[in-house]
């Protein structure tokens, strides 16, 4: 995600820590940052919701407008995500059209909703073949401190459950709440030699050999997954990093669906 | 469509019977303003504000390498601003990227500021100004251009003088400052400015609609009492993120013991006879027949 160097020092010592099951902020290796999340930030969308992953900040808004269905779904609301990674956010980041870790970040956070069925797309639906709403998932990064795909993902699901739709200013009935049905988590996991750790931090996500992003719904059911970087995973990594995920998962859902 | 915006055009009054406008506003008055410094972890700078229903983010990089490289100046920094809009911080979801009003605003804040930053200090660089419209409410210009101030003060980049900026319009046929999306739809002029506070020099003026000259005056006059208010947020903004207690100054270093009082006094006398005072010239000196 970026091209900024970690120091030979750092490396060495976020390799030792974890060797002995620590790591440079003092949480344990399967143990996410804390999570702090402000519903409605934004009153200029239909839903909001700015969230903090240890210092990775987050502004995620709803925008609801009327539109053409896609042909092979002609009842159901249809679903568009973006990311911008805004220079603001990273020496890193620079202004222009979105680079590929952008557009990947976008699908994958898109997926876990997408594929999970949080929002009944079907209750979307104005007029088959012609009409439905459009939900715009616009998610602004600020400040960028690593892990960007599970604090865009718990943006975009805390705001999608706080969202209105605005029927009424179109003249098609009274207001009403997206109809969020299930509730997708992501966690993502990373790699750095043989040592698998949880919701990396900065320095940790720029020396990892590999990434996995696990979404998992209520049940514990793997919803999306989505594995980066250029190393491997055996299959039994793969497996552990599941049953992590599952378990990170339901430590985090009941903050995501808090009111 | 156009008819129905026309007709509430007519229709709406901005102006109360008593004279206060819609938000319970006298003329003269700001609207709500808060700000803070130092927000964001990355960025060298930030400053975070609310004026109104308006939410800005500001970040500064920098000086730093100047990209792309052909810009470099080599004799001074440049200073580049960006300001943006998120798509959902207005009414109808507005396309990400950069539109034609957003690069002539970035450009006219860039130009503000330039004539602030000691530029001379830093040749080849470039000083990044980022402006997040996070919520939209009229002023965004203002309240981007202030909070980018705080941040600029923050980053540590040597100014003359915060920049400070404030708008008025005509409402009704009413001077006005800081309108509000209401009363910048519908009203009759909007004209945002931008002033160094400690010289007066005014470094951004923008003015859309009609205005006599006897009401730009008008206008003028309140902006500028509005950015001497505005002054005082920003510096007390980084006040609060700099101002150290004694307690804090103590905690941090303890002062050393000082040394028993003899020996004190044996330093002073050392000194004494390191330094011995130079004799008095000979009284004689001044010849026979003195001065």
Not at chain 1, 216 to 241: C, H, P, W
Not at chain 2, 59 to 81: K, N, T
Not at chain 2, 238 to 266: F, G, H, M, N
Request: include cysteine; charge should be negative.
């Amino acid at each position: 995600m970026s091209e900024e160097v970690v120091s030979e020092l750092m490396r060495a010592h976020v390799y030792r820590l974890a060797s002995s099951g620590q790591r440079v902020d003092g949480r344990g290796l399967d143990e996410p940052r804390k999570v702090t999340l402000v519903r409605s930030f934004v009153n200029t969308a239909e839903g909001s919701a700015r969230v903090k992953l240890g210092n990775t900040d987050v502004l995620v808004g709803i925008k609801m407008s009327v539109g053409a269905p896609y042909p092979d779904t002609p009842n159901t609301g249809v679903l568009s995500t973006s990311v911008e990674l805004i220079p603001m956010a990273s020496p890193t980041f620079e202004a222009g059209p979105p680079r590929p870790d952008a557009i990947e970040l976008a699908r994958v956070v898109d997926r876990g909703i997408r594929e999970s069925k949080m929002v009944n797309t079907e209750k979307l639906c104005i007029t088959p073949k012609e009409k439905v709403w459009i939900m715009f998932i616009d998610i602004h990064v600020l400040d960028f401190d690593g892990n960007l795909f599970d604090a865009c993902s718990y943006g975009a699901v805390a705001a999608l459950a706080s969202t209105i739709v605005p029927a009424k200013v179109q003249g098609l009935g009274e207001d009403f709440p997206l109809a969020v049905e299930h509730w997708p988590v992501s966690v993502t996991t990373v790699k750095i030699k043989d040592i698998l750790l949880v919701d990396p931090s900065l320095d940790e996500e720029r020396m990892a050999d590999a990434r996995l992003t696990v979404t998992t719904d209520e049940n514990g059911d793997i919803r999306a997954m989505q594995k980066g970087l250029r190393g491997s995973f055996s299959y039994d990594e793969v497996k552990r990093i599941i049953e992590t995920s599952q378990r990170v998962g339901r430590g985090i859902r009941p903050l995501l669906q808090s009111p | 469509m156009m008819e129905d915006i026309e007709h509430i055009e007519k229709e709406m009054k901005l102006i109360n019977a008593d004279g206060s406008r819609l938000d319970g506003r006298k003329p003269d008055e700001l609207r709500p303003v808060r700000i803070e410094a130092g927000v964001l972890r990355r960025a060298d700078g930030s400053a975070y504000i609310e004026w109104g229903g308006n939410k800005v983010l500001a970040a500064v990089y920098g000086p730093r390498e100047a990209h792309p490289r052909h810009l470099q100046d080599p004799a001074r920094a440049l200073v580049q601003c960006r300001y943006n809009m998120a798509p959902f911080s207005v009414s109808d979801r507005k396309r990400p990227g950069p539109d034609r009003r957003s690069v002539e605003i970035s450009k006219v804040i860039s130009e503000a500021f330039s004539s602030v930053v000691f530029k001379e200090q830093f040749p080849r660089t470039s000083v990044d100004i980022f402006i997040e419209v996070l919520q939209a409410d009229a002023g965004t210009r203002c309240a981007g251009l202030t909070a980018a101030s705080v941040a600029l003060a923050d980053a540590g980049v040597p100014m003359r003088d915060l920049v400070t900026s404030c708008a008025s319009g005509k409402i009704d046929g009413v001077v006005c400052l800081d309108l509000n999306k209401e009363e910048d739809n519908f009203g009759d002029a909007d004209c945002p400015m931008a002033i160094v506070p400690r010289t007066g020099e005014i470094v951004l003026l923008q003015m859309d609609g009609h205005l006599t000259f006897d009401e730009f005056q008008k206008a003028m006059v309140l902006s500028i009492g509005a950015a001497t208010r505005l002054y005082e947020l920003q510096r007390d903004a980084l006040r609060r993120r700099y101002s150290v207690t004694l307690e804090d100054i103590l905690k941090e270093s303890p002062p050393a013991r000082a040394p028993p009082a003899r020996e004190l006094d044996q330093e002073l006398d050392r000194d004494r006879e390191v330094e011995p005072e130079p004799p008095l010239p000979p009284e004689d000196d001044f010849g026979a027949e003195g001065i």
